[in-house]
């Protein structure tokens, strides 16, 4: 069972920065290069003369978080994964580093602590900072030029829509799964066919649309929508996914 857990644990750790063995909730036994990096001595490294509890250099906010994940997991004997914030000692400041492990087991299969490795992800939880401030900016920019945008992977047939498309065709976000059913229910049915052709000469032909048409809404207004769509392809040439965008422009033309 440990030669299992071991291979598990290569699994999950292949690249990564340090390997710590420990208790649920403990610092154990450090190996590596990892705390140096953060600017501990050699001597805050040793077992013998370090704190054995990791709340040392945890954030404090992070603690019962993570604590209660570890005690988790060792009570399901699963895998696990978390993220917490690890203090800094040369800069004084915070970075983000991610804990896989897997459960370690006595001869008589007792979970006894856990083998897991620690890598700094500070990078990436900075990218997905961005990412959400950019994605949130989007998202206003949307609702306030009533724009919304989707797209459609070719080979799973998932469609993902903004939540301004969705509102644009009567729907709350996250009320309906995005699909071509959901969209066709709202256009009118005078306009249906023509809407439909339109994606399939996108499909069949590779070459962008610009559609106007009307959606009627739950309350049986009708609205006019311009749709704008492109095919994208992969790196081999084959089509991979349709995206576009709607735009309301029904005060513009009543």
């Known amino acids: 069972a440990q030669d299992e857990d071991s291979l598990r644990l290569a699994a999950v750790g292949a690249g990564k920065s340090a390997v710590v063995v420990g208790g649920a909730g403990r610092m154990g036994r450090w190996l590596g290069r990892f705390l140096s990096a953060q600017g501990y001595t050699t001597g805050a490294l040793d077992p013998a003369t370090a704190p054995s509890d990791d709340n040392w250099v945890r954030h404090p906010d992070d603690n019962v978080r993570v604590a209660a994940r570890l005690r988790e997991a060792m009570h399901a004997r699963e895998p696990f994964t978390t993220r917490y914030r690890m203090h800094h000692y040369v800069t004084g400041g915070w970075i983000w580093v991610e804990l896989s492990g897997v459960p370690v087991r006595s001869a008589g299969s007792e979970v006894v602590g856990y083998r897991g490795i620690v890598r700094d992800i500070s990078e990436e939880v900075a990218r997905e900072a961005d990412l959400r401030r950019s994605e949130a900016v989007l998202e206003q920019a949307q609702r306030l030029t009533r724009v919304g945008s989707f797209a459609s992977d070719i080979e ?94 029904t005060e513009r033309l009543e």
């Open 156 to 249: 799973t047939g998932e469609v993902r829509w903004s939540d301004e498309q969705s509102r644009l065709l009567g729907y709350e976000p996250g009320e309906v799964t995005p699909a071509a059913e959901a969209f066709y229910a709202r256009v009118h049915e005078d306009d249906r066919e023509a809407v439909r052709d339109a994606f399939r000469a996108l499909a069949q032909t590779g070459e962008p649309m610009a559609l106007g048409y009307r959606v009627v809404l739950p309350d049986g207004m009708v609205r006019h929508l311009d749709g704008v769509a492109e095919l994208r392809r992969d790196v081999d040439g084959r089509p991979a996914e349709l995206v576009g965008a709607t735009q309301d422009v």
